[in-house]
């Protein structure tokens, strides 16, 4: 049995395998926690054990506030966890990098003036 959920924490795509040991009258409650962050994502009775993957292919989503320091200065603050111990492919670290660098942009463009106000946004990559 194989399905796909999300990361309530960290909104990261699980891909929750379970494998059956077969053993009869080996039920127990077992556990599978999300990759990327450690929350727990799945709990069911089993004889066997829970696995758990990040979905491969998958696009993530990148959530970021836009706002300002107390000298009227843009900063981002980054809403999503980068790294945790998650493996990235090159070419995601290159679309990560692109997005970050768009984001920069994006803060210093905004208006710090008198139509400031704080902005959450995301972005795939
Ligand atoms: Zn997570």
Same mark, same amino acid.
């Given at each position: 049995? !194989?399905?796909?959920?999300? =990361?309530?924490? =960290?909104?990261?795509?699980?891909? &929750?395998?379970?494998?059956?040991? #077969?053993? $009869?009258?080996?039920?127990?409650?077992?556990? #599978?926690?999300? $990759?990327?962050?450690?929350?727990?994502?799945?709990?069911?009775?089993?004889?066997?054990?829970?696995?758990?993957?990040?979905?491969?292919?998958?696009? %993530?989503?990148?959530?970021?506030?836009? =706002?300002?320091?107390?000298?009227?200065?843009?900063? &981002?603050?980054?809403?999503? $966890?980068? #790294?945790?111990?998650?493996?990235?492919?090159?070419?995601?670290? %290159? %679309?990560?990098?692109?997005?970050?660098?768009?984001?920069?942009?994006?803060?210093?463009?905004?208006?710090?003036?008198?139509?400031?106000? $704080?902005? !959450?946004?995301?972005?795939?990559?």
């Amino acid at each position: 049995m !194989s399905y796909e959920t999300e =990361c309530k924490k =960290c909104h990261a795509k699980v891909i &929750v395998t379970e494998h059956p040991m #077969g053993v $009869p009258g080996g039920q127990d409650k077992e556990q #599978g926690y999300c $990759p990327a962050c450690g929350e727990l994502v799945a709990e069911f009775m089993s004889d066997g054990f829970i696995r758990t993957a990040l979905a491969p292919s998958k696009m %993530r989503e990148l959530k970021y506030t836009i =706002c300002r320091d107390r000298h009227g200065h843009p900063l &981002v603050m980054l809403n999503s $966890p980068l #790294g945790n111990g998650q493996e990235i492919v090159p070419d995601s670290l %290159r %679309r990560l990098a692109a997005a970050l660098v768009v984001i920069a942009g994006e803060a210093e463009a905004k208006d710090m003036g008198n139509g400031y106000m $704080p902005a !959450s946004k995301s972005t795939e990559f």
